[in-house]
């Protein structure tokens, strides 16, 4: 990979192979770095820089000097490489100087200490499956550097992985994980073109977990008890798996695999999605009901999944997804200064405190704010979500134009129409707002087109290009605009968001206004309870202190809009607020730590009508996003 810089703006370009092998994907990825945050989502990274993540190997002896993951005596299975998988795009989209040296010092040590026979990491890990998350690590570092080193150690590692695989096959997290090598397999095949990249793909399959068959037969239609808990009901297996059959689909070319994507989405939405627009599991399916939760890794590594399946499959259905995961349930598990995190956040949650709530298999800590927990998985992982986000805003088509697959202030750099290069900078507050202008900067008039996807929430969208109105605006579509573009030239998107009700576990209601979910502003109480150095890394448990059980009148919502400040997600920062007429339920209690169970809608209070205020999922650590409906 090379990178060239004009005088105005740098573009990034992939050197590639004589007569590379194409896969039959509907868009192409852009190499990180092509796209940059800006607005409120370049704060939100900096945040990230400034908490946990840029800031957990130093004082966190997981990934800390003593990993063997740089060559120490200490954890080396998957804390390392999950570190490195989102600290390398955080640091590399931000050009931070003290970032990507902390990102350098890792890369270099699996770079520069590849074992004779091919092998990496540390040499007491027999496990494939950290390695998989190392490799993808180390493509986007090859992405955003060009370092020469990473393909031949690629190539080396795969020969000896398929030389090894049928006297050492996949075991235990590898067999249900086995998609995400694959990701970087077709990865380096298109560069090289290595037929042997196929083999090893197909083994890996063989040697999987079968996704496709699991969904095909799903037996698995509530919450699953302790007894019926594996690695095949595992919410994290289960989000890595969303892009599975995709991913497989691009070696097979079988229209079943296709099939199997949609099949398994319908089967986890209908028994386990939540409000919040990811499936439960704490940490195993856990049904439909709002008090259960979701854990943080399952909300990343689902993120990731989509962002390969836009890019397969073209649906633009899966970036509205994108976004209402990104936009809720992702914030909604951090502080807002991103130094704490949940390992299972509820959407309604109106208690965070150490109490053995009706988890299926996790500990009593699950859901306070703090270091690690429950377990440190999710303290290592999260940090990819943000910048992945980032990194696939923008996607380029087959026929050398680009396409808009989620919403975020953005600028994308590329070279477009056979080789010229262009910047647009995507200026707007999206989510919380509902108008996008996209600035076009090109270096001479250039042909090719933008493809923007319009959410299917988005009933009288429009698009204007200089002023003049565009056909073919859909929700739930792409609208193409092929033409010729210019310096200075400007598209305008209107989205428009009214508040909308959805309906959800017996039969209560979600607020929702653009890809925002939006949940009852309920008083904080922080108490802290256990303090470390640094300071800001504390775990907190959050007490209620005003009240919570109320139902609602869907049809009385209405939305204001205040300024967008530097934490939107924070209670004190909320960008948007919702007011809706409730009235309290005295009979809906708290039971075990959680709010109780759900009252079947419609239901009666005679207590006095309120008005009551909504803010943001990812604004509100304690909430209520389901509701009781009131009978009219």
Request: glycine share 8%.
């Amino acid at each position: 990979m090379r990178r060239a810089c004009a005088a105005v703006f740098c573009f990034v370009t992939l050197a590639p192979a004589v007569s590379p092998p194409r896969l039959p994907v509907h868009y192409r990825e852009l190499p990180l770095g092509a796209v940059k945050p800006a607005g409120w989502l370049e704060r939100q990274l900096r945040i990230q820089a400034g908490g946990l993540s840029g800031h957990l190997d130093e004082f966190w002896p997981d990934v800390g000097p003593d990993s063997g993951w740089l060559g120490g005596s200490g954890e080396s299975w998957e804390r390392g490489p999950y570190f490195l998988d989102g600290l390398v795009p955080l640091a590399y989209l931000l050009d931070d100087p003290r970032l990507i040296a902390k990102a350098r010092q890792r890369v270099d040590w699996i770079l520069d200490h590849q074992r004779p026979d091919g092998s990496i990491g540390p040499p007491k890990n027999l496990d494939w499956w950290p390695n998989m998350v190392a490799l993808k690590a180390l493509t986007q570092y090859q992405e955003a550097t060009g370092d020469t080193r990473v393909v031949p150690v690629l190539e080396r590692y795969f020969h000896n992985q398929l030389a090894a695989l049928d006297e050492r096959p996949l075991q235990k997290w590898a067999v249900h994980r086995w998609a995400d090598e694959v990701v970087t397999v077709l990865w380096l095949y298109e560069r090289t073109g290595d037929g042997k990249l196929l083999e090893l793909a197909r083994k890996l399959h063989q040697q999987g977990f079968d996704w496709k068959g699991h969904f095909a037969e799903f037996a698995f239609h509530r919450k699953v008890s302790k007894a019926q808990a594996n690695l095949d009901t595992h919410v994290v297996n289960n989000a890595m798996a969303l892009k599975a059959s995709a991913v497989w689909w691009l070696v097979s070319r079988d229209p079943s695999d296709r099939d199997a994507v949609y099949r398994q989405l319908r089967e986890m939405d209908r028994w386990h999605l939540l409000p919040n627009g990811v499936h439960s599991g704490d940490e195993h399916y856990a049904g439909s009901d709002p008090s259960q939760g979701t854990e943080l890794c399952a909300v990343v590594e689902a993120m990731f999944s989509l962002e390969q399946m836009i890019a397969i499959l073209g649906d633009p259905a899966f970036g509205d997804r994108l976004e209402k995961i990104a936009y809720n349930a992702l914030p909604g598990t951090f502080t807002a200064d991103m130094w704490a995190h949940q390992y299972d956040q509820q959407p309604n949650q109106v208690l965070c405190n150490v109490y053995p709530r009706a988890w299926t298999t996790n500990n009593p800590d699950s859901n306070v704010y703090g270091l690690e927990p429950n377990f440190g998985c999710c303290t290592s992982n999260f940090h990819q979500g943000w910048p992945k986000l980032v990194s696939h805003l923008w996607m380029g088509t087959l026929d050398g134009g680009l396409a808009v697959a989620a919403w975020a202030p953005s600028r994308v750099i590329a070279q477009v129409g056979g080789g010229v290069s262009v910047v647009i900078d995507e200026q707007t507050d999206y989510p919380f707002r509902d108008t996008v202008r996209l600035v076009v900067k090109a270096a001479k008039p250039v042909r090719f087109p933008l493809e923007l996807r319009i959410p299917s929430w988005a009933e009288s969208a429009q698009v204007q290009v200089n002023g003049t109105a565009q056909s073919g605006v859909v929700p739930g579509g792409f609208c193409r605009l092929d033409r010729e573009w210019k310096a200075g030239d400007a598209v305008t998107v209107r989205l428009p968001m009214k508040v909308r009700s959805s309906i959800w576990y017996h039969n209560s209601a979600a607020l929702e206004r653009g890809p925002l979910v939006f949940s009852l502003r309920i008083g904080e109480d922080w108490r802290k309870l256990k303090s470390r150095t640094p300071a800001e890394a504390a775990d907190w448990e959050v007490y209620p202190t005003t009240p919570w059980n109320y139902a609602i009148l869907p049809d009385t919502a209405q939305a204001t809009e205040k300024n967008v400040g530097d934490h939107p997600f924070s209670l004190q920062g909320a960008p948007v607020e919702v007011t809706v007429k409730g009235r309290r339920l005295p009979q809906w209690t708290m039971v075990d730590g959680s709010a109780g169970p759900l009252p079947v809608s419609p239901v009666i209070s005679k207590e006095p009508l309120e008005t009551l205020t909504l803010i943001p999922y990812g604004s509100a650590k304690l909430r209520i996003t389901a509701w009781p409906v009131l009978e009219p």
